[in-house]
């Protein structure tokens, strides 16, 4: 029952996922491997849709380690563990509380004892400033923590590079960038080399702009069109800060956008609501895809349900087609 909800769970969200993105694309497919255990180690930009964009998009049916204090209410900690969440504890939520994180270490490790796949975002928190911060090492102690136990395991630590195009809105794009799998049983048991390792696999992946000139160059990587989903193009134009067309920026559709959000006024009022009560902004697109994987059904159910027996079946159906026409054909630039 609980293999088969989440296998309807995450067709719905692969689903949605594509219709709230404009663009999916998945790079280095071939790098993931199969009959192994593997740790999956990726950047951490854009809160739950991180997660969800690489369950959605392997086979590998990964767990993931997710931080603690969303596990707080008991019955959200029962829906995340019924989908395959498992808590990481950090100095915030308490020191006394750092002591759970030997039950989390002892759950991943017979995950992957079992060639099961964990999912660790080892920057440790997330931000959607567009560079790759230090790698923790709970990923490495987790790795010669099953070592440890299973020597001859096949184990390996597979990167992840997410790249977004706008981490904010809607109808923008994004890439996952899977790169080659690095052996842990290599560096056993030093910690350090294995981190390196980890992040020098890790970098090339991931679309990285040097914080010391982080606004200028973003906004010059826009100006001139580069592709903020493509890590190679960024770096290339960062080497080379070619500046094509610095005048040329990108014009938003501000008319299809308004129209969209006409034709689904209930759910665009709900965001307009929720969105002063977020405080981080990395949970932006969080909150609305999880309010557009509700409400839209919803709001499509009463213009077929209800329209019609208000005698409007023709707006019904009107209302319905242009709405999905204006859905997909939503579209976002780069920020």
Do not use: C
């Not at 060639?115 to 790698?135: D, M, T, W, Y």
């Not at 990587?221 to 070619?242: A, G, H, M, W, Y």
């Amino acid at each position: 029952m609980k293999n088969l909800f989440n296998a309807v769970l995450r067709l719905i969200v692969k689903v949605a996922l594509h219709v709230y993105f404009s663009k999916i694309t998945v790079h280095g497919k071939e790098n993931i491997p199969k009959g192994k255990a593997v740790l999956i180690v990726s950047n951490h930009q854009n809160a739950l849709i991180d997660p969800i964009l690489i369950a959605t998009h392997t086979n590998l049916k990964p767990h993931f380690l997710t931080r603690a204090s969303v596990f707080k209410k008991s019955i959200v900690a029962k829906l995340l563990d019924f989908i395959r969440m498992i808590p990481i504890y950090r100095v915030r939520d308490g020191i006394n509380n750092m002591e759970k994180n030997n039950e989390t270490f002892d759950k991943s490790v017979n995950i992957l004892l079992e060639k099961g796949s964990i999912v660790i975002f080892a920057e440790g928190n997330h931000s959607n400033q567009r560079n790759l911060r230090p790698l923790k090492k709970g990923f490495a102690r987790i790795a010669y923590q099953t070592l440890e136990k299973e020597p001859e395991l096949d184990l390996v630590i597979l990167p992840v590079g997410i790249n977004y195009s706008n981490h904010r809105y809607s109808g923008s794009k994004v890439s996952l960038v899977f790169g080659k799998t690095i052996q842990p049983k290599d560096y056993f048991p030093l910690f350090e080399p294995l981190m390196t390792s980890a992040f020098r696999a890790l970098e090339p992946l991931v679309s990285s702009i040097p914080e010391e000139n982080y606004e200028k160059d973003l906004e010059a990587i826009i100006q001139n069109r580069i592709d903020l989903t493509k890590p190679d193009q960024v770096r290339e134009f960062l080497s080379t800060k070619n500046h094509k067309n610095p005048d040329k920026t990108y014009s938003k559709p501000y008319f299809s956008n308004k129209v969209m959000k006409v034709l689904h006024f209930p759910v665009y009022w709900i965001w307009l609501w929720i969105q002063p009560k977020i405080k981080d902004l990395v949970f932006y697109a969080t909150f609305k895809f999880v309010i557009g994987l509700v409400m839209i059904p919803l709001w499509y159910g009463f213009l077929i349900f209800g329209l019609p027996k208000l005698g409007l079946t023709q707006w019904s159906l009107s209302w319905i087609f242009l709405g999905i026409i204006y859905l997909l054909a939503n579209r976002n630039g780069q920020e």
